[in-house]
């Protein structure tokens, strides 16, 4: 029988590769996000292309009523989730403390900690019953502060301490429980946080070779199919020119 894995924020970036990879691998999809147009075209061509079924769940991982309504209410078919990835998340500016917008704090507070939280419970029931896996996605933010990073980087490290947190509440369901911590990685994020600034978005990415969200996917690939008995905690990955989150080497 097919495995099942649930990924927010599979319309665009991390989630869409990982939902390519698994289905390229056989796996049946969950997809959620919030923009319908997006999630239902990035469904419709996996199940063209790998001949698997997919789910799209249109959602804000915010709205704690959404999710428990769309994930507690899942059809029969699709409650056997083997993997859940907690990838949706955000940047919103990049300013110092006193600049820094409260608004954009609390989206990044609502989505990226709120919504993990929110997923991670809603999908549980179903993950206990067949002894499932959860992969957050978080950040090399989580694990170094970096300059005007401050509440992206506090809610990354909050992604950090909840997984080291499931990992112990959840051992006695047999539940395994892996953190992915990227570097830079050229997605549509850094144009989010700049909120549609193609330029200082590229200029990220400028001088160097950053990971690609393939990378991201592939990790994640791996470390759902280790053998049963071995649970792969914590991975901080970044490309070879990045040595934590604050130092990227450039070339000139
Ligand atoms: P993208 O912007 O390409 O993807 C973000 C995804 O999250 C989209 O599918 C978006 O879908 C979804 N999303 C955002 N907000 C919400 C919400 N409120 N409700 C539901 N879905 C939401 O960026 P990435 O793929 O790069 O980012 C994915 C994750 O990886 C994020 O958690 C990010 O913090 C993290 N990360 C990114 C790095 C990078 O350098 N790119 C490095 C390290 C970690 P939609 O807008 O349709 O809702
Ligand atoms: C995203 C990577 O370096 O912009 O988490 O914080 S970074």
Redesign the pocket.
């Known amino acids: 029988m097919s495995k099942i894995i649930l990924i927010?924020?599979?319309?665009?970036?991390?989630?869409?590769?990982i939902a390519e990879k698994f289905a390229a691998c056989g796996w049946n999809l969950i997809l959620?996000?919030?923009?319908k147009d997006?999630?239902e075209a990035v469904a419709t061509a996996i199940e063209q292309k790998y001949k698997v079924k997919t789910l799209a769940l249109i959602?804000?991982?915010?709205?704690k009523e959404a999710v428990f309504q769309q994930i507690g209410g899942l059809p029969s078919e699709w409650q056997a989730i083997d993997l859940l990835v907690n990838?949706?998340?955000?940047?919103l500016g990049r300013d110092s403390f006193e600049n820094a917008n409260i608004e954009d704090w609390e989206?990044m507070i609502?989505?990226?900690v709120k919504?993990l939280l929110y997923t991670s419970k809603a999908t549980l029931p179903y993950l206990i019953k067949n002894q499932g896996h959860i992969i957050n996605?978080?950040?090399?933010?989580g694990k170094e502060v970096y300059k005007d990073g401050n509440v992206?980087c506090a809610t990354?490290h909050a992604?950090d301490a909840i997984s080291k947190a499931q990992r112990i509440d959840l051992l006695q369901y047999k539940i395994k429980v892996t953190a992915i911590?990227?570097?830079?990685?050229?997605?549509?994020?850094?144009?989010?946080r700049f909120k549609g600034d193609a330029t200082k978005a590229a200029a990220v990415y400028a001088g160097y070779e950053?990971?690609k969200?393939e990378d991201?996917a592939e990790t994640a690939w791996y470390v759902a199919n280790v053998p049963k008995h071995v649970c792969i905690n914590d991975i901080v990955m970044t490309c070879v020119a990045q040595g934590n989150s604050f130092t990227i080497h450039k070339d000139a």
Request: glycine share 12%; net charge positive; charged share 15%.
């Open positions: 927010t924020g599979a319309s665009s970036g991390f989630g869409k590769a959620t996000a919030r923009r997006k999630l959602f804000d991982v915010q709205n990838n949706a998340g955000l940047a989206t609502d989505t990226n919504g996605i978080g950040s090399t933010a992206y990354k992604v911590h990227p570097g830079a990685v050229d997605t549509d994020f850094s144009l989010i950053p990971l969200a991201i």
